[in-house]
């Protein structure tokens, strides 16, 4: 392959999934990672950052710059949940040693922006966290509607229950004043949700043989992902579901997913809908803008890529 | 001097706040947010003013174009199409900054000690400073504002325009732990321009004067189509006088914070002032709800000493 198929920022709170994404990142020649910026959501910011930074250097890549973005939701306090499914650590409370290297100078948002407005047209922003990031980055400068080439997020649930509440998949429910302000932004974005995260899982055989690869990579997923497969195993899943490789994925390859156009109102509601991410399918509210909501996916052959990638990428 | 930071949206007033500023305070800059005009009209006022006052020096910055969540709506019925409607302004010679209001604001915050933020209008460009660098909140001095009310408001029967014109960005701002004062309608409303206060703007003879009392005719003719009474209040100077001469203003502790829910009452600052009705003090008997003091609200200003200190500043140029 001569050119890569995306040029992207990566925003990301690690996190054991958006860990096993940033491998498949690094192993995809399709994608060239200008960055990754960092929000709170399965740890609190400096955790999320330190392991940001693991994961740069644990790929041999510490050219990546990793820069430092939002400590908390727009409009309250972050509420420390991700412990529950990531680990104090939020790497599954492996407790690896911490990353020598250091964050690039400035804050995510800003960085956002600036590279996002020097490059029109050229850049993708996958955000496989909360949207706080984003949300500040449109709204410090909203010439990057235009001068994004394509957004992709991991979050929300059009056809499925929540995780995080009821209604609610955790990344919009982390954040859903911010999820408001990037679903109705108007930019070319892409929504991957549970309804296809959920689909995607790998069983406990699939994880065994991943971890038998043994590279870095490999070894690194072999220590963080346990104790996020002992949650997933309480809440009934035989294996873990694909969260935050599936945005990746979609950036890979989009023919692996079924999609559908709509306006997507994110609730801000109080009373139980706060971060409810509700598709207007048949049009009924008027409004503006569509998202492409990924509906479907093939779960085999994206299983198998990612296998293949995590094995090939790393030799 | 004290060193300032006007974040504003030019407006008549906001004009009086940056003559006043610069005869008193160290003003390393000033950032522009969309609120009474758009982005673009602010912006250009904002380098009007400057080059009024033959201050070319002090930088201008371009800030938040939007809201945070809302749709915007500028208040053209008060401030005229331009956003500064009165004067024969001649098009501004001096340029905006490349650097964005928010990078200003958070840069400047991290490298300088004693810094003030003196946000005078919808507070979006601090909230995303602060959300984007929230050690900012520990840097500054302070943030002296104009906005909110401790009594009615005046975009709505509970919301006063600065604030409804953002409230989410108004919450994280009173949320923020940051040190306020807070010059409310409640406050400016007693400090009023009349016929008279246009007078002695006149009578001091200046350039700078006559260009202020083009602006002040403006102001109160759309205050008088407004209200029916021929007087307008000159809300964005008293959060500067504030920082100048404060034994002009009287302040109480409270808890503030803003209603970003209501369905009556978007963008009210809900002031906690039980204790002084009576509701037990604010030290003790505390209800479950009662929340520590935040902000101070400024309950009353010496009119007549405000306007003494305005018109002068205005005569020294």
């Not at chain 2, 507070?123 to 001095?141: D, G, H, K, W």
Request: proline residues 5%.
């Amino acid at each position: 392959m001569s050119e890569p198929r995306h040029r992207i920022i990566y925003d990301t709170d690690p996190g054991v999934d958006d860990s096993m994404a940033f491998f498949l990142v690094h192993a995809s020649p399709e994608i060239e990672l200008l960055a990754l910026t960092t929000v709170f959501g399965n740890g609190g910011i400096e955790t999320t950052t330190a392991n940001a930074l693991r994961l740069v250097e644990t790929a041999g890549r510490p050219d990546i710059p990793v820069l430092r973005g939002a400590a908390n939701p727009l409009l309250h306090a972050y509420d420390g949940r991700g412990a529950m499914v990531h680990g104090s650590d939020g790497l599954g409370d492996s407790h690896m040693p911490p990353s020598s290297l250091l964050p690039a100078e400035g804050r995510a948002a800003h960085f956002i922006v600036e590279r996002i407005m020097a490059a029109p047209g050229e850049i993708t922003l996958v955000a496989v966290g909360p949207l706080t990031n984003l949300a500040l980055a449109v709204s410090l400068e909203p010439g990057i509607v235009d001068a994004v080439r394509e957004v992709i997020i991991m979050g929300g649930a059009a056809t499925v229950a929540g995780n995080a509440s009821p209604a609610a998949e955790a990344n919009i429910h982390n954040d859903a004043a911010a999820a408001r302000i990037v679903f109705e932004a108007g930019w070319p974005l892409t929504m991957v949700g549970l309804d296809v995260t959920q689909a995607t899982i790998m069983s406990s055989a699939y994880l065994d043989d991943l971890y038998a690869i043994g590279n870095p990579a490999t070894d690194f997923i072999a220590r963080i992902v346990p104790f996020y497969h002992r949650f997933h195993t309480r809440q009934g899943v035989d294996g873990i579901y694909v969260h935050d490789s599936s945005a990746i994925m979609y950036a890979i390859d989009p023919t692996l997913f079924e999609t559908r156009s709509a306006y997507v109102r994110v609730c801000l509601g109080h009373e139980g809908t706060r971060g409810q991410t509700i598709p207007d399918w048949r049009a009924q509210w008027q409004a503006e803008p569509a998202v492409n909501v990924c509906l479907g996916v093939d779960a085999e052959r994206f299983k198998a890529m990612y296998r293949e990638r995590l094995t090939n990428g790393f030799a | 001097m004290t060193k300032v930071i006007i974040d504003c949206d030019p407006g008549h007033d906001d004009a009086l706040a940056i003559l006043l500023a610069g005869q008193h305070l160290d003003i390393l800059g000033i950032t522009t947010v969309a609120g009474n005009q758009t982005s673009d009209k602010v912006t250009a006022n904002a380098l009007k003013i400057v080059e009024l006052m033959d201050r070319t020096d002090i930088p201008v910055f371009r800030g938040a174009q939007i809201p945070l969540l809302r749709k915007a709506i500028h208040a053209g019925h008060i401030h005229g199409d331009t956003g500064l409607d009165g004067p024969d302004f001649p098009a501004p010679v001096k340029e905006v900054e490349d650097r964005h209001a928010v990078d200003f604001i958070v840069q400047t915050l991290m490298a300088e000690d004693d810094v003030w933020l003196v946000p005078v209008g919808p507070l979006t460009n601090v909230a995303l400073a602060i959300r984007q660098c929230p050690e900012i909140v520990s840097r500054m001095a302070g943030i002296s504002l104009m906005g909110g009310s401790l009594t009615t408001g005046n975009s709505t029967a509970t919301a006063e325009f600065n604030i409804w014109f953002d409230a989410e960005a108004a919450r994280i701002v009173y949320d923020s732990g940051a040190p306020i004062k807070m010059c409310g309608l409640n406050l400016t409303q007693q400090a009023n321009a009349t016929d008279r206060e246009i007078e002695r703007i006149r009578n001091q003879g200046n350039r700078v004067g006559e260009v202020v009392v083009q602006l002040l005719e403006f102001y109160l003719d759309a205050g008088e189509r407004v209200t029916g009474v021929r007087k307008a209040a000159l809300h964005d100077p008293c959060a500067v006088a504030a920082l100048i001469q404060p034994d002009l203003l009287e302040f109480e502790a409270m808890h503030v914070s803003v209603e970003t829910r209501g369905e009556l009452t978007y963008g009210m600052t809900v002031c906690d002032y039980r204790h002084l009705r009576g509701f037990g003090s604010s030290q003790v008997d505390r209800g479950p709800l009662r929340q520590e003091a935040n902000v101070e609200v400024a309950m009353k200003i010496d009119a007549s000493g405000f306007l003494d200190l305005l018109i002068d500043a205005l005569g020294r140029y």
